[in-house]
């Protein structure tokens, strides 16, 4: 059983995160942590003259209601949104928060992972931790 959890969440099509939370409540000992991140990607520079002004704001506060909902009646859950490049992120927030282990949703690779990589490929490859990723 894991005491510190982290689920990082992705509202990509093909995700199960409900999936993610049931297996983070079933492997999660008495007790223990579990985080529900979301990582924000950058708007890339050229669209940054298009987005309206408080729209991040705007989008975190969204973004944080939904996974507050997704977590309401679980014990022990609380909601982070950061920013950031979706791998390296939770990684990192792994490692800087005493994460034992990361259940994360994926979808089935294509031809397209074998040469970009997917989010939950780099954090099997790189997180210090368990990860048990759920397709």
């Known amino acids: 059983m894991y005491k510190n959890i982290l689920v990082p969440v992705s509202f990509e099509e093909n995700r199960d ?3 993610a939370l049931e297996i983070a409540q079933a492997i999660r000992a008495e007790g223990g942590k579990m985080t529900v991140l979301h990582v924000m990607e950058a708007v890339p520079g050229y669209a940054l ?3 309206p002004e408080g729209f991040h704001s705007d ?3 969204t973004v944080a209601e939904e996974l507050a909902q997704m977590v309401e009646g679980i014990d022990g859950a609380e909601v982070q949104v950061v920013d950031g490049h979706s791998g390296r992120t ?3 927030y792994a490692a800087e928060n005493d994460i034992d282990c990361i259940v994360i949703a ?3 690779p ?5 040469l970009l ?8 490859r790189h997180a210090k931790c368990a990860v048990h990723v759920l397709r």
Request: hydrophobic share 35%.
């Open 59 to 61: 989008m975190q506060k």
């Open 17 to 19: 995160s409900a999936g």
């Open 90 to 92: 939770i990684v990192d």
């Open 117 to 124: 990589g997917s989010t939950a490929t780099q954090v099997v």
């Open 49 to 51: 003259t298009y987005v």
């Open 106 to 108: 994926s979808h089935r």
């Open 110 to 114: 294509g031809m397209q992972n074998l």
